[in-house]
T-cell receptor
Framework: NAGVTQTPKFQVLKTGQSMTLQCAQD?????MSWYRQDPGMGLRLIHY???????DQGEVPNGYNVSRSTTEDFPLRLLSAAPSQTSVYFC??????????????FGSGTQLSVL | DQQVKQNSPSLSVQEGRISILNCDYT??????FLWYKKYPAEGPTFLIS?????DKNEDGRFTVFLNKSAKHLSLHIVPSQPGDSAVYFC???????????????FGKGTKLSVIP
């Protein structure tokens, strides 16, 4: 029972480098999302997707790109990393966006440090 | 401006006693509320939820109370156990949340420590 799988678990980047955080789910969930967690800030939504080919911005989208070519995968791209993007990133999914009773399933997170 | 507020960063409770975690919200459009629990180095996991048409929801040792007029909800854990030690996040959604329509807006979290 894999659920939501995130890779890598840890990553150190230099300012200006690019990278992609991977997220995959095996529950056939239509909805997927990316959050970042910063000390004293809680979880903030970066981008989300309600199905393959459909993405939208959340609360803090600047500096991040996403795409959704398949139901299973929702990668998060940092095109030019900045120290302000040092954070723990969580991917989450759920069955049906329109059903408010559906709870999110989270991955175990990626800890990213940008030097 | 934070729409979901958890004003207590931490809480310590003796094993067997009641833990009460509080959450306040400012957005009157929120109509669904959830609590998530997070252990270190793990992702948050869903704990319990409540719709705005209810004022109480119970699941085993966990009960969530909603006071819409005060824009306040609380999570009660009775009895508290050492395994309950974790960070608890309050979250809310509605047609006009800060993160987007029906996207979850989270509070900053409260770290609960249950002392054996």
């Amino acid at each position: 029972n894999a659920g939501v799988t995130q890779t890598p678990k840890f990553q150190v980047l230099k300012t200006g480098q690019s990278m992609t955080l991977q997220c995959a789910q095996d529950m056939n969930h239509e909805y997927m999302s990316w959050y970042r967690q910063d000390p004293g800030m809680g979880l903030r939504l970066i981008h989300y997707s309600v199905g393959a080919g459909i993405t939208d911005q959340g609360e803090v989208p600047n500096g991040y790109n996403v795409s959704r070519s398949t139901t299973e995968d929702f990668p998060l791209r940092l095109l030019s990393a900045a120290p302000s993007q040092t954070s723990v990133y969580f991917c989450a999914s759920k069955q049906d966006r329109a059903d408010d009773n559906e709870k999110l399933f989270f991955g175990s997170g990626t800890q990213l440090s940008v030097l | 401006d934070q729409q979901v507020k958890q004003n207590s960063p931490s809480l310590s409770v003796q094993e067997g006693r009641i833990s009460i975690l509080n959450c306040d919200y400012t957005n009157s459009m929120f109509d669904y509320f959830l609590w998530y629990k997070k252990y270190p180095a793990e992702g948050p996991t869903f704990l319990i939820s409540i719709s705005s048409i209810k004022d109480k929801n119970e699941d085993g040792r966990f009960t969530v109370f909603l006071n819409k007029s005060a824009k306040h909800l609380s999570l009660h854990i009775v009895p508290s156990q050492p395994g309950d030690s974790a960070v608890y996040f309050c979250a809310a959604s509605g047609p006009d949340s800060g993160a987007g329509s029906y996207q979850l807006t989270f509070g900053k979290g409260t770290k609960l420590s249950v002392i054996p």
